[in-house]
């Protein structure tokens, strides 16, 4: 009990030794009695050994070459820095000579597969093969010996002329007269010609009925297919003059503009009454353009497979029918000059036309249908020529040559419109898939893609005549805006609605000024908005059916014509 007393003193020193001293400085040291235990001493050498060995291969990496880890290692064994010294030039010990692969050195263990096959075939036929982890031999070493240790692929030279030889004198030995008896087994080897002609067939027997029907229909469709081909359809070019004379007394042209064709005023005013109405087209009118600048003649797209050409400064009567389509044209289009125009119709065919004579000039097909034509608005580049494909695809030709020079190929439905912006540099498409796209004239990658949960199909689209703002007819039965410039941004304060157009790909376009929009509708009116305040302005009703097209005449600013499904233009 004292040594225990003498322990619990002898602690309460040791505290007060830990504490600040506050001690005199003439004060006796403190005395440190040393400890004891009551517990028996223990040799615990060996215990720290194994403890430290543990922790050691808790770091320890794992040798790379070792083929089989007796443990589980842990992640940190596993991802341990390899032991040794580093090499100089090397970011990871390995030098830059000895890589192969972007973790370091792969070494091919793997036997190619003609050896592979060489050895194989070579036992199955002899008995041995070369083993592949040594130099020696596996298998019948008798053969090997026989053979001298040959394979299926290298048979000797003299055993190679033996093999002919022998095959010459097995045809010498073939009796003549069997050769030339159709029904023997060798006149059959002789003359076969594929893997089964060797065995013998039971006699041709008479086709049934059933067949005979089948192969003929068969034959009839093959025919057919053979006709059509995979290019559009064919069909004679045909044009007619209904005019009195190609030519005048001064022998100027009938399509050359009049001498006092000028603008009367800059301001445009919406059209109150109807002034002529051209009745010539035996269905519908797809497509309407004036004549580039002038606008003193008006082309025509019927579904009646007929493109017509009209008067509008003076007779008011048919100039010229052009008949080279063998189905409902889709869409037309002028060069800068009008003396030439492009057609495209469902029969997969675009066309290129003299406007003048009539004559095709070239035609183009991809044996898909073209849903739009238009040519590069640059004068330099007149003979480039964009379609849009049913087959989603943007196919660029030249004239001149006739090559498919590029295609753009992005989009994931049939492209609707085709529009040249920013100086004609760019130009965007619309498609059934309810994006636009913006690309680089001649470069086949998309620079700005438009697509919003919200966006429904645009299939008619027009430029603002200041080149600033795009008008695109949406499906769900309002015309937005959007910006030309770099951004490419829906203008959200500008909408016009008001107008039916669901499911009719009603044109969409300006006054020359820019101070109207106007649109057709499935109802057969024609419908002007005010640009500035988004009002609807006046609407006209126009015609029976779907007013499908509108246009505003390039000089008389106060006279806009339509086209519809009833097969009339109308010229307000």
């Not at 005395?31 to 194994?50: F, G, H, N, Q, Y």
């Not at 880890?69 to 032991?83: E, G, H, I, M, S």
């Not at 580093?86 to 036997?111: C, T, W």
């Not at 697509?451 to 005549?465: A, C, F, R, Y």
């Amino acid at each position: 009990m004292d040594s225990l007393q003498i322990y619990a003193d002898n602690s309460d020193e040791e505290d007060l030794s830990h504490q600040p001293s506050t001690l005199s400085a003439d004060s006796s040291p403190p005395r440190l009695i040393p400890s004891k235990s009551a517990a028996p001493k223990v040799d615990d050498t060996m215990l720290a050994l194994t403890a430290a060995e543990a922790r050691q291969a808790q770091s320890r990496p794992i040798d790379p070459t070792q083929h089989v880890v007796a443990f589980n290692p842990t992640y940190d064994q596993l991802w341990a820095p390899t032991y040794g010294p580093a090499h100089p030039y090397a970011k990871d010990g390995i030098a830059q000579g000895m890589r192969n692969h972007k973790l370091g050195f792969v070494e091919d263990a793997s036997i190619d597969s003609f050896v592979f096959d060489e050895q194989y075939n070579t036992f199955h036929k002899y008995g041995y093969a070369a083993d592949p982890s040594g130099s020696n031999y596996i298998g019948d070493l008798d053969a090997l010996q026989k053979n001298d240790a040959i394979s299926v692929y290298n048979i000797p030279q003299h055993e190679q002329k033996k093999r002919k030889f022998e095959k010459e004198k097995d045809e010498d030995e073939v009796d003549p007269m069997e050769i030339d008896n159709p029904a023997t087994d060798v006149w059959l080897m002789k003359n076969k010609r594929s893997p089964w002609a060797g065995k013998k067939e039971g006699v041709q027997t008479e086709l049934t009925e059933e067949q005979k029907k089948y192969a003929e229909e068969y034959a009839k469709k093959k025919e057919e297919k053979g006709h059509k081909g995979e290019k559009g359809e064919h069909v004679v070019d045909k044009t007619t003059f209904h005019g009195k004379e190609e030519r005048d007394y001064q022998g100027r042209s009938w399509i050359a503009p009049p001498k006092d064709a000028k603008a009367t005023n800059d301001h445009c005013y919406i059209p109150k009454r109807l002034v002529h109405t051209w009745s010539g087209h035996t269905k519908g009118v797809s497509a309407i353009r004036f004549f580039p600048k002038y606008g003193h003649l008006i082309l025509s797209a019927g579904m009646d497979t007929k493109v017509k050409i009209w008067d509008v400064f003076n007779s008011g009567k048919c100039m010229r029918t052009y008949m080279g389509h063998s189905k409902a044209v889709r869409d037309i289009s002028f060069c800068n000059d009008g003396t030439k125009f492009l057609t495209a119709g469902y029969d997969k065919n675009i066309k290129y036309w003299d406007t003048e004579t009539g004559q095709v000039i070239s035609t183009f097909s991809t044996g898909k249908v073209p849903y739009v034509v238009k040519l590069n608005p640059d004068e330099d580049k007149q003979n480039i020529l964009l379609a849009g494909m049913s087959d989603k695809k943007i196919v660029q030709w030249d004239i001149n040559t006739g090559q498919i020079t590029q295609e753009y190929d992005q989009h994931l439905g049939a492209v609707n419109t085709i529009t040249f912006v920013d100086n004609n540099r760019r130009f965007v498409t619309s498609s059934d898939d309810k994006s636009l796209r913006v690309w680089e004239f001649g470069i086949p990658v998309v620079i700005k893609y438009i697509s919003e949960p919200h966006m429904h199909s645009m299939p008619s689209i027009s430029l603002h005549p200041n080149t600033n703002w795009l008008a695109a007819q949406s499906l769900d039965n309002q015309i937005l805006i959007y910006s030309t410039r770099e951004r490419f941004q829906l203008n959200k304060k500008k909408r016009f609605a008001g107008h039916i157009v669901a499911g009719y790909a009603c044109q969409v376009n300006f006054s020359p000024d820019g101070r109207f929009v106007m649109s057709g509708d499935g109802e057969g009116k024609c419908w002007f908005w005010d640009w500035k305040s988004c009002k609807v302005f006046r609407t006209l009703k126009c015609h029976e059916g779907v007013c499908i097209g509108c246009e505003w005449h390039p000089l008389e600013q106060s006279k806009v014509a339509t086209c519809g499904w009833d097969g009339l233009i109308k010229y307000w």
